[in-house]
């Protein structure tokens, strides 16, 4: 018995400990860190991954919108990150707005409805790779010229924004709007997208 | 893209740390209500015995319109964070609820059941359901507004309770002109007004806070 104890207890610190650490990266995030932004973005869409992975699955469905779908998570975690009160916990707040998202991208691809079983399931630990299987284009193809080429050098090409804003012959301020507005587009072309 | 690449793109994204959000939202609804103020001085006039005769009853349409404002504007902020309880942003609509129902059953208790349709018509009925809903459009965008910037879960219940608080501020003018003092009148149609303003901003909220 006192083992069980033990046990839970191990297993409720661990839990506290990991929900202190996303919380905290995003409080560093926040606070203009963009390396730890970058490592906390990257666990969100391990995390996300997981749970649409296995919804897709349990629909019979391939893995050809799988990044996609964890995409479209990632651009609301960012362009909501700013709503989030920073005295509340981080995890809980996360876990929604992945929920929110992969409800609304089950029901667009007429998936149907998640029932509340596989809500119970969204944001397990489990970790999975990206799957290959992802055109570059398709994502980036709705943007406008410019915009494109900025996200394409920024993110692809991985150059800063004051590189590009060299070779663009913009100000670093004015990428970052087109880049900020250009990622607010893609939000919302996911949204909109019926296929 | 692959999604290391947009996430490349994202952190290169630098923060907007601004402060709380449900601030902003607080401010719109705070500013849009002065121009309103402003707008209904200059169309209505106060109610001739407002610091005499007039002034209980005013006051008493106040409390009811106050905790209205309150009640939606606090559950609409709420309901910006994305894992908040639905029950949690509702449960302050009981405080105006309680208020009215109280107001009305003393009012009953002391004049007796008589004629209750005819204290329940008033005499400007229609005056207030135009007046209230008109009042209330300019705080209801603004404060739609503001709460894009949340991650509401529901934007069709936080449409509807930033309905409740523009629809308690148009109100709480609109009783400072009104002279149908009744208690049955205010639940009424005061009540009627605020669930008109509540309804478009539930369609307003379905429409403008998804996300």
Redesign the interface.
């Known amino acids: 018995m006192t083992k069980t104890r033990e046990k839970t207890l191990e297993h409720t610190r661990i839990e506290v400990r990991e929900e202190d650490q996303l919380g905290d990266m995003m409080r560093l995030a926040l606070a203009g860190n963009s390396a730890v932004y970058a490592d906390l973005l990257k666990e969100v869409a391990k995390l996300a991954r997981g749970s649409a992975r296995s919804m897709l699955r349990r629909r019979g469905q391939s893995d050809a919108d799988l990044e996609d779908i964890v995409q479209e998570v990632l651009l609301a975690v960012h362009l909501k990150r700013g709503a989030w009160d920073k005295v509340r916990p981080f995890r809980p707040w996360l876990g929604a707005i992945v929920r929110h998202k992969l409800i609304d991208a089950m029901r667009r691809r007429r998936l149907g409805d998640v029932s509340v079983d596989e809500i119970a399931d969204i944001l397990p630990a489990e970790t999975t790779a990206p799957s290959d299987a992802h055109d570059v284009e398709r994502t980036l193809a709705c943007l406008p010229e410019r915009p494109r080429a900025i996200v394409r050098a920024i993110a692809i090409e991985g150059r800063s924004a004051a590189q590009v804003g060299a070779d663009f012959g913009m100000n670093e301020g004015a990428v970052r709007v087109a880049l900020h507005r250009a990622l607010k587009d893609l939000a919302a072309r996911f949204r909109g997208r019926t296929e | ?18 402060g ?3 601030n902003r939202a607080l401010l719109l609804l705070a500013a849009s209500s002065i121009i309103v103020a402003i707008v209904f001085v200059l169309l209505f006039n106060l109610r001739a015995d407002l610091a005499g005769s007039g002034a209980w009853p005013t006051l008493r349409k106040l409390a009811v319109t106050l905790l209205l404002l309150g009640a939606g504007a606090r559950g609409a902020t709420l309901l ?4 908040a309880r639905l029950r949690d942003a509702l449960i302050w609509l009981a405080a105006p609820i309680a208020a009215i129902l109280t107001l009305i059953g003393v009012d009953v208790a002391l004049n007796g059941n008589a004629n209750l349709g005819a204290r329940a018509m008033g005499a400007t009925a229609l005056q207030c359901l135009a007046s209230v809903s008109l009042l209330s459009l300019a705080p209801l965008a603004a404060f739609l507004y503001g709460l894009r ?3 509401t ?1 529901r934007p069709d219940i936080a449409g509807a309770l930033a309905g409740v608080a523009a629809g308690g501020i148009a109100a709480s003018l609109y009783a400072l002109h009104c002279t149908d003092d009744g208690p049955l009148f205010v639940g009424v149609w005061y009540g009627l007004a605020i669930m008109l303003v509540g309804a478009a901003g539930w369609f307003a909220g379905r429409r403008i806070l ?2």
């Open positions: 893209m692959k999604t290391d690449d947009l996430i490349r793109a994202l952190a290169e994204d630098a923060p907007s740390d601004t709380p959000a449900r910006m964070q994305p894992d910037e949340g991650a879960t998804q996300w």
